[in-house]
């Protein structure tokens, strides 16, 4: 359990009216995602389309930039440091210990990395926490970081 939230279950729980083949969002970026999950493991792309459907597309694009700029090595997943600090600029501020606890539950593993799927799914649990507009700061953490990399890039 996270802030009163049970997190037991991976989506098979899936709320009420999501059956088992989700609509992909319109969003290029998200749908380039979603076939490349499940060309790679037809399970997670699945997965992504059921967790996808739940935000707007202008809300999992923000998320996709803001995940991207934070994943500083580019392997495709965020450390529990990293998504914890997200989560601090949401507003969540939460101990590491709960962050760890929180992505052990959704992974149901060690909470060594969160890939974008995992990443979604933490963030579709942890919604009813955060004001309607709070999803858009995602948008302002990805242009801080990207204005951060830019400005140290080398020749600048």
Not at 90 to 102: A, D, F, M, R, T
Not at 125 to 153: E, G, M
């Amino acid at each position: 359990e996270y802030m009163g939230i049970s997190i037991s279950h991976r989506m098979n729980n899936s709320p009420p009216g999501v059956g088992k083949t989700a609509n992909v969002p319109n969003s290029p970026i998200i749908r380039s995602r979603v076939t490349a999950s499940k060309a790679i493991n037809p399970g997670e792309g699945i997965r992504l389309a059921r967790i996808s459907s739940h935000f707007r597309d202008e809300e999992l694009e923000d998320m996709e930039s803001a995940f991207t700029a934070v994943d500083d090595d580019r392997n495709g997943a965020i450390d529990v440091s990293q998504l914890k600090e997200m989560l601090e600029e949401l507003g969540l501020e939460q101990p590491i210990g709960e962050v760890k606890s929180l992505v052990r539950q959704t992974i149901n593993g060690e909470p060594n990395a969160v890939g974008w799927c995992d990443f979604l799914e933490i963030m579709l649990k942890l919604r009813k926490h955060l004001k309607p507009d709070d999803l858009s700061k995602f948008r302002v953490i990805a242009h801080q970081r990207t204005s951060k990399l830019f400005r140290a890039a080398p020749g600048r």
